[in-house]
C-alpha cells in the first residue's frame, strides 16, 4: 500500500515529512507519484519545463543517505515560478524570445534543496510577472483547478493552479501587486507574501525591484510558514535583502484588533456574493475573540493608484527595454502596452510620487498604531477567462483593488481561504500588518483558515486537527547555539552552567555550515556559514541564558570566535558560535564528522 498512500488526495508537506521519516512513504514514491498526478491532470499550461521524471526520482533516492530529522522538507517535491531561477531549468519569464540558462540556483531554490526539497519544474506565469489574471503567456493558460472557466489568477497562474490541483504541496510564486494573493483565493489555497526583504530576490528576474519578493503557495498556514522559515535570512547577494528576524508562531492572542474599512468604503463591482462572503468572515473572526475596528482606507486606494499611473512602471520598462527595442512582436500586446509607458516618464514623475508616497506610509503607520492587522477581501470578485480575454487591463486592474497598495506600504501579507460560494466560486481574505510581522498572520490566520473547515485545494482533502504551536521559551531567557568546547561534558561547558544555563535541545545546523579544528587551546571548532547547500548538517546544543547571563556571557568570548545569527536545521534562526573566517588558513576542515563529539571521539583513538 506504500505506493499508493493518498494517491488521488492531496497532502501537506508536514503529512509527506512526516510519511518519509517514518519510513510508511519513501521520497521517490512521492516523486514517481507527483509525476503520475501531472500526466493524469493533463494541463500543459502548468509548467513551461518539467524535470525528467528519472532524474527526479535519482535525487530522491539519494536522500536516503541523508539525516531526516534535520531535513524540514525531506523528499517534499516543489514547482518554482518561471522568473526565479533554479539550476537545470531555463528562465524565461514566460517569454522564449528573453530565455536564459542560469549558471546556479537562486537563494531562496538554493535554501529549499538545502532543507530536502525536490525541485520538479518551472511554472507558467502571466509575461514578466505583470498581471493578476493568468492569461498573458504564449504558454498557454493554466485552467483554474476549482472551476476551469475561471481564469487561474496570475501573474504566478502556473504555481497556484499546481497546488490547487494536488499536484505539489509547495510553490514558489512572485508578488509585486498581489501576485502571490489573488491566485491564491482563486484556487483556494494559502498565499504568503512575506515582509520585503525576508527572502533573498537573488535569482529573480524582477517586476519592479523595489516591491518584489518571493512569495509561498501552500495548502495550510502551517506549511506555508515552515517554507518561508527554510528560505527567510539575509544574503549578501542580494542588496534589497534585510535581516528580518521571523518570529515563531504564537497561541491566538487574547484582544486582538483588526482593522476593516469604514462603510461605505468597499468595493466589490457589483458583486453580492462576494460582498456576503467578506461579511460572513467578519462574523467569523468576530466569534474567534476578534475586536472589529474601523479605519479609513482612502489612503490605501490612494497608494494603489501610484503603481501603475505612477513611476514605478520604469522599474518594469527597464527589465525589458532592449527586448521592447529588438523584437518588440516577442512580447505580449497587452504586457507591452503596460511596460512601454515606462519609457515616458521622468525624473520629476518620479520624485513627485515618492514625496507623495511617504505621506502616504506615515499614514498607514498612524493606523497600525492601534490595530494589530488589516482583514480585507483578496480580491473584490472573480472573472472568467472570456471576460478577461475581453477586457484585459480593467479587469485585471480591479483584481488589484486590495492588493496593488501592499508592497508600496511595506507591508506583509497572507491569503486565506475563507469560503466557497453558492455559485462554486472561491472567496478569501487577506491579513495585512507592518513588515516583520508575518509570525503574528500566520499565528492568527491558521485558527481562522482551521475554523472554516474548508477542504484543501481542489480535491475535497479535509483539514487535519490544527496542531498547537511550538511551545514559547520561559521568560526572557536568551537562546545560544554552541557546538564546540561548550557542549555538554567537554571542557567549557562549566562556564555554561556557572551562569545558570539551561539545555533545551540537542539539534543541527542547517545544511549551510562548514566546521574547523583550530589551534587553539583548550582544542576548539570554528564554524563557518558557506553557500546554501555548499556546507553540511553540523551538531549543536542550545542552551538559554538569562540576558544579563548572555551578556556576561558574551563578553567573554575571545576572538577568532564570534557570535553571530546560526540557521537551524528545521529554519529557525538562533544566536550562537561562529568563526572569523580569516583564522582558518592553517585550520583543519572537519565538516565530514557532522560535529565536534565524532571529531574528538576520533582523536582521542590517536
Same mark, same amino acid.
Given at each position: ?8 488526495q492531496?497532502?501537506t508537506?508536514?503529512?509527506i515529512?512526516a510519511?518519509?521519516?517514518a519510513?510508511?512513504?519513501?521520497p521517490a514514491?512521492?516523486?514517481?507519484r507527483?509525476y ?9 499550461a502548468i509548467f513551461i519545463s ?7 526520482i ?8 541523508k539525516d531526516a530529522?534535520?531535513l524540514?522538507?525531506y523528499?517534499?517535491p %516543489?514547482? &518554482? ?12 519569464s514566460a517569454?522564449?524570445a528573453?530565455s536564459?540558462?542560469p549558471?546556479?540556483?537562486?537563494t531562496?531554490v538554493?535554501r529549499?534543496r538545502a ?19 493568468? &492569461?498573458?503567456?504564449?504558454?498557454g /493558460?493554466p ?6 472557466d475561471?481564469?487561474?489568477?496570475g ?5 497556484a %493552479?499546481?497546488?490547487?490541483?494536488g499536484?505539489? +504541496?509547495?510553490s514558489?510564486?512572485?508578488?509585486t501587486?498581489?501576485?502571490?494573493r489573488?491566485?491564491?483565493m482563486?484556487?483556494?489555497?494559502v498565499?504568503?507574501k512575506?515582509?520585503l ?8 528576474v524582477?517586476?519592479?525591484?523595489t516591491?518584489?519578493?518571493?512569495s509561498?503557495?501552500?495548502l495550510?498556514? @502551517?506549511?506555508?510558514?515552515?517554507a518561508?522559515? &527554510?528560505?527567510a535570512?539575509?544574503?549578501?547577494a ?12 504564537t497561541?491566538?492572542p487574547?484582544g ?7 462603510n461605505?468604503?468597499?468595493i ?7 460582498e456576503?462572503a467578506y461579511?460572513?468572515a ?7 475573540g476578534?475586536?472589529?475596528v ?7 486606494y ?16 527597464? %527589465?525589458?527595454k532592449?527586448?521592447?527595442?529588438s ?6 500586446? &497587452?504586457?507591452?502596452?503596460?511596460t ?7 525624473a520629476?514623475?518620479t520624485f ?16 497600525f498604531?492601534?490595530i @494589530? ?5 483578496t480580491?473584490p470578485t ?14 485585471n486592474?480591479?483584481l ?19 469560503s ?8 478569501g ?8 510581522? @508575518? ?9 481562522f483558515h482551521?475554523?472554516t ?8 482533502a ?9 511551545p514559547?521559551s520561559?521568560g ?6 554552541v ?8 571542557v ?5 552552567k556557572?551562569l545558570y544555563?539551561?539545555?533545551i535541545?540537542a539539534?543541527?545546523t542547517?545544511s ?7 589551534k587553539?587551546?583548550? +582544542?576548539?571548532?570554528?564554524?563557518l ?8 548538517? /553540523?551538531e ?11 551578556g556576561?556571557?558574551?563578553n ?7 557570535i ?10 538562533v544566536?550562537g558560535?561562529l568563526v572569523?573566517?580569516?583564522?582558518l588558513?592553517d585550520a583543519?576542515?572537519i565538516?565530514?564528522y557532522?560535529?565536534w ?10
Amino acid at each position: 500500500m506504500r505506493a499508493e498512500m493518498g494517491a488521488e488526495q492531496p497532502e501537506t508537506i508536514a503529512a509527506i515529512v512526516a510519511a518519509h521519516r517514518a519510513g510508511a512513504l519513501t521520497p521517490a514514491e512521492t516523486i514517481a507519484r507527483t509525476y503520475q498526478r501531472i500526466r493524469d491532470h493533463n494541463d500543459p499550461a502548468i509548467f513551461i519545463s518539467l524535470r525528467d521524471e528519472k532524474d527526479a526520482i535519482a535525487e530522491a533516492e539519494k536522500l536516503a543517505t541523508k539525516d531526516a530529522a534535520s531535513l524540514p522538507l525531506y523528499g517534499v517535491p %516543489v514547482a &518554482v515560478k518561471d522568473n526565479i531561477d533554479a539550476l537545470g531549468f531555463p528562465t524565461t519569464s514566460a517569454c522564449p524570445a528573453f530565455s536564459t540558462t542560469p549558471t546556479h540556483d537562486s537563494t531562496a531554490v538554493a535554501r529549499l534543496r538545502a532543507a530536502g526539497a525536490i525541485i520538479i519544474g518551472k511554472t507558467n506565469l502571466d509575461q514578466f510577472a505583470t498581471g493578476l489574471v493568468g &492569461v498573458r503567456s504564449p504558454y498557454g /493558460i493554466p485552467k483554474n483547478s476549482i472551476r476551469e472557466d475561471l481564469i487561474p489568477g496570475g501573474s504566478s497562474s502556473g504555481s497556484a %493552479v499546481a497546488v490547487g490541483a494536488g499536484l505539489v +504541496p509547495l510553490s514558489l510564486g512572485t508578488d509585486t501587486a498581489g501576485s502571490g494573493r489573488v491566485p491564491a483565493m482563486l484556487n483556494n489555497i494559502v498565499g504568503l507574501k512575506p515582509s520585503l526583504g525576508m527572502i533573498s530576490n537573488a535569482g529573480l528576474v524582477p517586476a519592479c525591484r523595489t516591491l518584489d519578493c518571493i512569495s509561498v503557495f501552500a495548502l495550510t498556514v @502551517d506549511d506555508a510558514a515552515l517554507a518561508l522559515s &527554510v528560505m527567510a535570512g539575509p544574503d549578501p547577494a542580494d542588496p534589497f535583502s534585510r535581516d528580518r528576524p521571523l518570529g515563531a508562531l504564537t497561541p491566538f492572542p487574547a484582544g486582538l484588533r483588526l482593522g476593516v474599512p469604514r462603510n461605505g468604503q468597499l468595493i466589490f463591482f457589483g458583486d453580492k456574493k462576494a460582498e456576503t462572503a467578506y461579511a460572513d468572515a467578519l462574523k467569523r473572526w468576530t466569534a474567534l475573540g476578534a475586536k472589529l475596528v474601523e479605519f479609513d482606507l482612502e489612503p490605501f486606494y490612494e497608494t494603489a493608484r501610484l503603481l501603475y499611473e505612477g513611476p514605478w512602471v520604469a522599474e518594469r520598462y527597464l %527589465v525589458i527595454k532592449d527586448l521592447l527595442a529588438s523584437a518588440p512582436d516577442t512580447i505580449h500586446p &497587452v504586457t507591452r502596452e503596460i511596460t512601454a509607458a515606462g519609457a515616458r516618464l521622468t525624473a520629476a514623475d518620479t520624485f513627485s510620487a515618492l514625496y507623495r508616497l511617504q505621506g502616504l506610509r506615515k499614514i498607514a503607520e498612524r493606523t497600525f498604531a492601534n490595530i @494589530d492587522a488589516l482583514v480585507l477581501p483578496t480580491a473584490p470578485t472573480a472573472y472568467t477567462t472570456a471576460q478577461v480575454l475581453a477586457n484585459p487591463i480593467e479587469l485585471n486592474s480591479r483584481l488589484g483593488t486590495y492588493t496593488n497598495f501592499v508592497n508600496l506600504l511595506d507591508l506583509c501579507g497572507l491569503a486565506l481561504p475563507a469560503s466557497v460560494r453558492s455559485d462554486g466560486i472561491p472567496f478569501g481574505i487577506t491579513l495585512l500588518a507592518p513588515a516583520g510581522h @508575518d509570525a503574528l498572520l500566520a499565528s492568527i490566520g491558521r485558527v481562522f483558515h482551521a475554523d472554516t473547515e474548508l477542504s484543501l485545494g481542489a480535491k475535497g482533502a479535509a483539514q487535519a486537527p490544527l496542531p498547537p504551536p511550538p511551545p514559547a521559551s520561559s521568560g526572557d531567557e536568551i537562546p545560544i547555539a554552541v557546538v564546540g568546547a561548550h557542549l555538554s561534558g567537554m571542557v567549557l561547558n562549566g562556564e555554561l552552567k556557572a551562569l545558570y544555563a539551561k539545555l533545551i535541545e540537542a539539534t543541527r545546523t542547517a545544511s549551510d555550515y562548514k566546521l574547523y579544528a583550530l589551534k587553539t587551546t583548550p +582544542p576548539k571548532p570554528g564554524m563557518l556559514r558557506v553557500e546554501a547547500g555548499k556546507g553540511a548538517a /553540523i551538531e549543536l546544543e542550545i542552551w538559554s541564558l538569562s540576558p544579563s547571563a548572555f551578556g556576561k556571557f558574551v563578553n567573554a568570548i575571545p576572538s577568532p570566535m564570534a557570535i553571530g545569527t546560526v540557521r537551524l536545521a528545521d529554519g529557525r534562526s538562533v544566536k550562537g558560535f561562529l568563526v572569523e573566517p580569516e583564522v582558518l588558513g592553517d585550520a583543519r576542515d572537519i565538516t565530514a564528522y557532522g560535529g565536534w563529539r565524532a571529531y574528538m571521539k576520533e582523536a582521542a583513538t590517536k
